[in-house]
């Protein structure tokens, strides 16, 4: 891939999903409470088009992102740069299969809610349970692939420390910045989703891909000037 290919795969894709990312968590709602099962399929019917939409972006924007992350191996010589990259495409991997399960809530939302409508509480009952299992597996994966993406960023940023490899914000370190929302990612998927809440570790998780999407932005950048 040329470098130009792969800057603007590393910063466009990333920022493609993220923006995928935002019209998701508006559509299902900020505050909803991960087990508050009634209120997503409620959203999710509400918003199937959006959900749809959304998912499409992140799906297409974190597989554009990965191919750049994958294409910049070697900027920092060692292990740990192939850790990090081969753990973030796991997570990555598992956040897509994620997408295709959350799917099914929009099918299922728009049932529950006709449903509803038509007074058939036994029927929506059944779409309810069957929509809480679906929550529980989304969950479960996306608590994991967040872990993977932690590790994995924090292993970069080992990587990168030992690198003299720039963004295009030059005063950025990109390796002290990778170790950062690494901690992050694993700190609120680890502690804060035991101790806390989901809902309080997702919300940090949301700091963290922040983070990851100005780092994705400044190197991309960086390389595509090449």
Request: glycine share 12%; with cysteine; hydrophobic share 50%.
């Amino acid at each position: 891939m040329s470098s130009k290919g792969t800057g603007y795969s590393l910063g466009l894709g990333l920022l493609v999903a993220f923006i995928g990312y935002i019209i998701w968590q508006l559509t299902i709602g900020i505050d909803t409470k991960s087990d508050d099962i009634t209120t997503i399929l409620t959203n999710a019917g509400d918003g199937s088009a959006m959900m749809k939409t959304s998912a499409i972006l992140i799906c297409v924007g974190m597989v554009v992102h990965v191919a750049g992350l994958i294409s910049t191996r070697g900027t920092a010589s060692g292990t740990m740069e192939t850790i990090g990259i081969y753990s973030i495409t796991a997570a990555i991997a598992l956040w897509v299969t994620n997408i295709g399960l959350s799917l099914s809530l929009a099918e299922m939302g728009e049932k529950f809610s006709a449903a509803m409508a038509g007074g058939d509480a036994a029927t929506a009952g059944t779409i309810a349970t069957a929509a809480g299992f679906s929550q529980a597996a989304n969950v479960a994966t996306s608590t994991m692939g967040a872990l993977l993406a932690g590790i994995g960023w924090l292993c970069m940023g080992i990587a990168y420390r030992e690198s003299d490899a720039k963004g295009i914000v030059s005063f950025l370190p990109l390796g002290m910045l990778a170790i950062i929302m690494g901690l992050i990612l694993i700190i609120s998927n680890i502690i804060i989703t035991s101790v806390v809440s989901v809902e309080a570790a997702s919300q940090i998780s949301g700091i963290g891909f922040i983070l990851i999407v100005i780092w994705s932005l400044s190197r991309g950048f960086e390389i595509a000037k090449k």
